[in-house]
């Protein structure tokens, strides 16, 4: 018989004691840790654990952080069963929950489960105190670093809170010392805490994984289709050394040199750029392009080709196609990558080896769970059609929220109704891309295949511990030889090696460091006389009777968090024109690079411009990031061209800024200027000026896919009014300027074509 935790908080013969479990408890209990264990060991039980040591000594409420609802739903489910707690006082809040309900609930709350989000945001608009929650657990703490909001959410908690204390939980914090010892830094951590499937206490627990891979050839006629594509490559690379732009081991490039080359790129368009920048970087767009379908149809398939092919096709022909993608588009080559997967019957032999086995699998065990994992939603998309086929499987398509061209994603309410089905045995498979990788408790899965392997140690071993958990797993990849598929296989495999011996190293390492945080060995000390500001201007210290309203669209950006960390008091409204308000005269619209240059092409901006000049007599328009000048390869004149009109025939103040803290740190000037030397209140004021009817008309028009403005004015023209456009058959709007054949049968479907959801 099993022992039970006892714990006056804790319900009787709920939890099993696992030694592993109370050793990781008690030192997370001594000080703020980072625990790193195998997935499927309980890491949930040691912060519950954790928990409720902390409100038996010290009361207040304790809190739970994790990425998504599905997670925060999960974990709410299980504090319920555990805790000794009423149950209104175990609290779950996501976005779903309206913000003044937040704020009445956390007031009669004990346990709070949220996502990091709500919490950030609650604590910015002031609805929220972290004075009295004496524990936060983060869950999936890997996530722990740049502007992710558990960095904020830290940084707060240990700023107000009276006995803060952290745990920061994960499988797999990374392989290299730098990522790991940003995790510690940013979550205030002074202790690392380590086991592994091979620990005597833990190994009694451990179900075994059967791990293989599968290498498998590529058909002749792929290699063909991947030729053509490599000739495109070809061509572009010399097309780029002759730039002055040279890339070494062509063959052998990876995306990460190619996203570094790209940045170096941006760097040189300060100032006045050679003409040659301008065109490296559009060459640069369409080899990522293509450097991309390279590798679909080297580890995915042609039906995953031919839909990332016809996206590609479709964001040439749009109204706001880069330049990029319409030379791609007319391309001797890629015509002949189009007649080829018209023509091919192939597919990649990946879906059979994928059909073959889970329907043995299932054969075998009828009753058993199957995770299949692929990279690539048009993947996922095509296996699940595939196993549907086959009696006995019953396949599910498991993707994250975004949608885009010809792929709606799912909400969260729709991920967790999926898992449960999944448990429940409606569905038998899940087919999932990434964001099935993380905490989700399926405890009955018996298979786990990766379509492809990943080079992320992180990603590999979340995939890996979806099985093994209750019972036996099994693990197979599959891997196509001679492609990049091997490439990312054995780099993920010594990667994985890498973090266990650095975290076993680290552990050893961090009794030494007690009462020490973890990131003072990262930093390097700052000269005494480089601590002191330039100019007392600069003091942020008087900054608490600033004031700044803020629209709520803007506090998804980190402007918000970094206006708090200086001190300034943020008043969170809906506002219809600009972004912030400084003062009763000033109101600033931000745009980042590639926000300003979208607005431009989708001809938004200068209505946001006209508005804002019209309603404050000193507006000003802040425009964010480095690369204005090569989003999506609009001509840099256009640019030019806009920025004047906007100074010139708006009289709106133009201004740059590097990234968020610069703009933040912009913003509080400006704000202290005018309401602390000229004494003027902050009032929002203003409405957009309604838009005329052709105006609304030609809008109406031209948000159909493929439809400019002016052909928007054309059709118009031609029929009258956008009922008779609507109306109009594929031969009458090929009568119109400007619509050819392929606008014309766009229009007619968007317009005849059955809604289905």
């Known amino acids: 018989m099993p022992e039970y935790i006892r714990h006056p908080l804790i319900k009787s013969d709920t939890v099993e004691q696992r030694l592993y479990q109370l050793d990781l408890a008690g030192k997370a209990l001594d000080t703020s840790t980072l625990v790193v264990l195998p997935t499927g060991l309980g890491k949930t039980v040691i912060s519950m654990l954790v928990m409720a040591s902390r409100l038996e000594k010290y009361g ?28 209104e006082e175990i609290l779950t809040f996501t976005g779903s929950v309206n913000p003044d309900k937040r704020s009445e609930l956390w007031n009669k709350g004990k346990v709070i489960i949220s996502t990091p989000q709500v919490i950030e945001n609650d604590i910015l608009t002031k609805r929220i105190s972290l004075e009295d929650v004496t524990h936060i657990t983060f869950d999936e703490a890997h996530r722990s670093v740049g502007n992710y909001a558990y960095t904020y959410i830290a940084e707060k908690y240990f700023e107000t809170a009276k006995n803060p204390l952290c745990l920061g939980i994960t499988a797999s914090p990374g392989s290299s010392d730098e990522k790991i010892a940003e995790v510690c830094q940013s979550l205030h951590i002074e202790s690392v805490a380590v086991k592994t499937e091979t620990d005597k206490d833990v190994t009694p627990y451990i179900h075994k994984k059967d791990i293989e891979w599968m290498r498998i050839d590529l058909p002749d006629g792929m290699k063909e289709i991947k030729d053509l594509l490599d000739k495109v490559l070809e061509d572009r690379f010399k097309k780029l050394i002759e730039l002055g732009y040279p890339i070494h081991n062509q063959k052998y490039v990876s ?54 092919m016809e996206r590609l096709d479709n964001e040439a022909y749009s109204k706001s196609g880069s330049k990029a993608s319409k030379r791609l588009a007319e391309d001797l080559y890629i015509r002949q990558v189009a007649r080829r997967l018209k023509d091919c019957e192939l597919e990649h032999p990946k879906l059979e080896h994928v059909k073959r086995i889970v329907s043995e699998e299932l054969e075998g065990k009828p009753h058993s769970r199957v995770i299949v994992f692929a990279n690539y939603r048009d993947t996922a998309e095509m296996i699940t059609n595939a196993l549907s086929e086959i009696e006995g499987i019953r396949p599910v398509r498991f993707v994250g929220q975004a949608s885009k061209y010809k792929d709606k994603g799912l909400t969260q309410k729709q991920q967790v109704e999926i898992i449960e089905q999944f448990k429940a045995g409606d569905y038998n498979v899940l087919v999932a891309t990434s964001v099935a990788e993380e905490g989700l408790d399926i405890p009955s899965t018996d298979l786990v295949l990766f379509y492809e392997p990943i080079p992320s140690e992180i990603r590999s071993i979340q995939r890996k511990g979806r099985t093994g958990r209750k019972h036996r797993g099994r693990v197979m990849v599959l891997v196509t030889k001679g492609t990049r598929d091997e490439g990312y296989y054995w780099s993920s495999l010594s990667r994985e090696r890498k973090m266990q011996s650095n975290m076993k190293e680290l552990q050893a390492s961090m009794p030494a460091r007690k009462n020490n945080s973890i990131a003072e060995d990262f930093t390097t000390d700052i000269p005494e006389d ?44 809906t506002l219809e024109v600009g972004d912030y308000i400084l003062s009763d005269r000033i109101a600033v619209e931000r745009k980042e690079s590639q926000d300003f240059v979208s607005s431009l092409i989708e001809q938004k901006l200068f209505e946001q411009i006209a508005n804002l000049s019209r309603v404050y007599d000193k507006p000003i328009l802040v425009v964010e990031g480095d690369n204005l000048f090569n989003c999506r390869g609009i001509n840099p004149n256009a640019i030019h061209g806009a920025l004047a009109s906007i100074s010139l025939d708006f009289g709106v103040s133009l201004f740059y800024t590097r990234d968020a803290e610069d703009t933040a740190a912009m913003l509080v000037q400006i704000a202290k200027r005018e309401q602390t030397d000229e004494k003027r209140e902050v009032n929002m004021h ?17 948000s159909i896919s493929d439809i400019g403005p002016k052909a928007a004015r054309n059709l118009l023209h031609r029929f009258g009014s ?10 009458e709007l090929l009568t119109v300027d400007n619509i050819g054949p392929k606008t014309a049968a766009k229009i007619r479907e968007i317009v005849g074509g059955e809604y289905k959801r």
């Open 255 to 308: 995306k990460k040199d190619l996203l570094g080359l790209q940045a170096k790129l941006q760097g040189e368009l300060r100032g006045f750029p050679d003409p040659s920048v301008y065109g490296a970087i559009s060459l640069l767009a369409e080899i990522l392009k293509v450097n991309h379908a390279v590798e679909i149809i080297e580890t995915q398939g042609l039906e995953s080709l031919r839909m990332y």
């Open 530 to 573: 480089e601590q002191k500001t330039l100019f007392e201007y600069n003091n942020e210290s008087n900054n608490g009777n600033i004031r700044i309203i803020v629209d709520q669209r803007e506090m998804r950006s980190p402007v918000a968090r970094n206006l708090d960390r200086k001190g300034t008091e943020i008043i969170v409204r």
């Open 686 to 702: 203003g409405k957009k000026s309604a838009p005329m009817l052709p105006q609304q008309q030609e809008y109406i028009v031209s």
């Open 722 to 731: 956008v009922e008779n456009v609507m109306k109009a058959s594929y031969e």
């Open 60 to 87: 207040g409420k304790v809190m739970v952080l994790s990425p998504t609802k599905p997670l925060v739903e999960q974990h709410a489910s299980f504090f319920k069963n555990v805790f000794n707690i009423p149950e």
